[in-house]
């Protein structure tokens, strides 16, 4: 499997940027194993993650994925949603980007944060008390990026859905069992209606499932046929 080409054909949306949403799951549902995601990874997971990175004109995280994952600075613009505005300004995500951040958040963060966030990476405030995601993603939009990736958490992702702005999923099944109680792609309150996804994409390699899904409101194409897989050896997620 050649990420590069199986994930070419980047979605479109109308008045705004187009947004993957990029995730991994156990066959059980859960999107990590002590707390993160990388032991649910392989090789072909990591070509994924790079080339999907690679289309994209900026990158859409949760503060707390940002967290709990360790990011570091990123090609594209990193663009960090968070109400309260607390971040760690000092981490190499800030101080050593060679694109400056972007922090989203609300005009209800406190006002010292929002400043200091801002001199470190541009701030962007929209919503009052809670993050408007359209409003953000029409701002990026007015900034130039046409495609952005999405990479969690669940509770942004679900905010995301309920928006209805997830114009591509792109979801690798780790062919491995979690229990306990992680969580899954999305979390919170049920979606007000259950959207329906169409595969666009299926692809197969060392056990794990790549899958690409589009909401079937907005699928203009059908879908393309399933690819082989083929060997390939990377580092991990």
Do not use: K
């Not at 990420?3 to 979605?11: F, G, K, M, S």
């Not at 701030?123 to 993050?131: C, I, M, N, Q, R």
């Not at 994409?201 to 194409?221: M, W």
């Amino acid at each position: 499997m050649d990420p590069h080409e199986v994930y070419a054909d980047l979605p479109t949306a109308d008045g705004r940027p187009a947004l993957r949403l990029n995730m991994i799951a156990s066959v059980d549902g859960a999107i990590t194993l002590g707390g993160v995601s990388g032991p649910l990874g392989g090789a072909g997971d990591h070509r994924v993650f790079t080339a999907l990175r690679s289309f994209a004109d900026a990158i859409l995280v949760a503060a707390g994925t940002v967290r709990a994952e360790g990011y570091g600075p990123a090609s594209v613009p990193l663009v960090v949603v968070t109400r309260s505005c607390r971040l760690d300004l000092d981490a190499p995500l800030f101080t050593a980007a060679p694109v400056r951040p972007v922090v989203v958040t609300v005009a209800a963060a406190p006002r010292e944060r929002r400043e200091r966030a801002a001199e470190v990476a541009d701030v962007l405030v929209a919503g009052g008390e809670d993050v408007d995601l359209p409003v953000a993603l029409c701002e990026l939009g007015r900034r130039g990026h046409a495609s952005v990736l999405a990479e969690g958490g669940p509770t942004l992702n679900a905010q995301l859905a309920r928006a209805d702005l997830i114009d591509e999923l792109c979801l690798t099944v780790s062919p491995v069992m979690a229990g306990g109680d992680a969580g899954r792609i999305l979390s919170g309150p049920p979606l007000p209606r259950a959207p329906r996804l169409a595969p666009v994409s299926v692809c197969e390699e060392d056990g794990f499932l790549f899958l690409r899904l589009r909401p079937v409101s907005r699928r203009a194409t059908p879908p393309a046929p399933s690819r082989p897989a083929s060997p390939a050896s990377v580092g991990p997620r």
